[in-house]
């Protein structure tokens, strides 16, 4: 199963005065059976990358693509356990992390 970012933004907050825009059109892809390395400065958006790749975060704008379903800011949130039983994160300290495949 391949993960597809496509023009992927996203804000914290929106709307609030704490809005705070992290990811700016994000294009990427993971490939199944691959080893990928998230590297950026702290505060840069690794962690936020992260939980959109099992829908704990949904993209402002954009989509995401995890194997079959298509993640919008519009998907629902029922229906998404299918997703995070095959994609857990694993957070093992405050700003560590790791996705397991089952
Ligand atoms: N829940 C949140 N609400 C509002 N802003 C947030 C939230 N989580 C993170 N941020 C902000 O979003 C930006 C990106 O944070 P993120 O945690 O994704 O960065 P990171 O690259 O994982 O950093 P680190 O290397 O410190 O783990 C930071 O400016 C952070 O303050
Ligand atoms: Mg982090």
Same mark, same amino acid.
């Given at each position: 199963?391949?993960?597809?970012?496509?023009? %992927?933004?996203f804000?914290y907050q929106? *709307?609030?005065?704490?809005?705070?825009r992290?990811? +700016?059109?994000?294009?990427?892809?993971? =490939?199944? *059976?691959? +080893?990928?390395a998230?590297v *950026?400065?702290?505060?840069?958006? =690794?962690?936020?990358?992260?939980q959109?790749?099992?829908a704990? &975060? !949904?993209?402002?704008s954009g989509? %995401? !693509?995890? *194997?079959?379903?298509?993640?919008?800011?519009e998907?629902?949130? =029922?229906?998404? $356990?299918?997703?995070?039983k $095959? &994609?857990?994160l694993?957070?093992?300290?405050?700003?560590h992390?790791? &996705? =397991? $495949?089952?």
């Amino acid at each position: 199963m391949d993960i597809d970012f496509e023009q %992927v933004n996203f804000t914290y907050q929106p *709307g609030s005065p704490f809005e705070q825009r992290v990811l +700016y059109n994000i294009d990427m892809t993971v =490939k199944e *059976g691959t +080893y990928n390395a998230l590297v *950026g400065h702290t505060g840069s958006g =690794k962690s936020t990358i992260l939980q959109h790749l099992n829908a704990l &975060l !949904k993209p402002t704008s954009g989509n %995401v !693509k995890i *194997g079959e379903r298509t993640i919008t800011s519009e998907t629902n949130n =029922k229906n998404l $356990k299918p997703i995070r039983k $095959k &994609l857990e994160l694993f957070f093992s300290s405050l700003n560590h992390s790791c &996705l =397991k $495949k089952r």
